[in-house]
């Protein structure tokens, strides 16, 4: 009995996601579902350019800054030490477009127990806040990059499991879509 309910609870997650891909394919193509949808337009600009910024880091060099611009483009601007072999700037330049489909499926795979969830919303909400204090150089991200944090935070506080697990589901399906 309890292996059929987990069942059922498993293909109605897949479900939900499955909508939830579907009705934001949908709506990014509506100017209104354009500006519903801004904020995660956004937020997956910063997993795009964070995926550069990190990757830069880990291969040894500085991440300075992360641009965002209004139209939901950006740029993650780094220095390398001189002479960095052609395999860093591919790993670099790879990690962007690699970035939303890996934040987003940890979100998802996270959503998978209370507790996971929990701390993967309060992990993203800080890391935006954080992020946008030490490398974001831009009003667009500045004005939008908080908020989202902030609101993720209060989620990861203050929500309810399921609203809890309902919201990063979204936020990771809209960042996988958005590759």
């Known amino acids: 009995m309890t292996s059929t309910l987990a069942e059922q609870d498993h293909q109605q997650r897949i479900g939900v996601l499955l909508g939830i891909a579907l009705a934001s394919v949908m709506l990014w193509q509506t100017s ?3 500006i519903l949808l801004y904020p995660f337009t956004i937020l997956a600009t910063w997993f795009h350019e964070m995926g550069h910024g990190i990757a830069a880091m880990l291969s040894g060099s500085r991440f300075e800054r992360l641009l965002i611009y209004p139209d939901g483009s950006g740029v ?3 220095l390398r030490p001189y002479g960095a072999s052609r395999l860093t700037e591919a790993l670099i330049a790879a990690s ?4 939303p489909a890996i934040a987003g499926s940890l979100l ?5 127990t209370a507790r996971h969830t929990r701390m993967a919303l309060t992990i993203l909400g800080a890391a935006l806040i954080l992020s946008t204090i030490i490398w974001v150089s831009s009003l667009t991200g500045w004005l939008v990059l ?3 944090g902030i609101a993720i935070l209060v989620l990861a506080r203050r929500g309810t499991a399921p609203q809890q697990r309902f919201g990063i589901q979204l936020l990771g399906v ?3 879509i958005s590759v």
């Open 32 to 34: 209104f579902g354009s």
């Open 76 to 78: 993650a601007l780094s």
């Open 96 to 99: 962007g477009p690699l970035g």
């Open 108 to 112: 998802i795979v996270a959503s998978r």
């Open 146 to 148: 908080p908020a989202l």
């Open 174 to 176: 809209q960042a996988c």
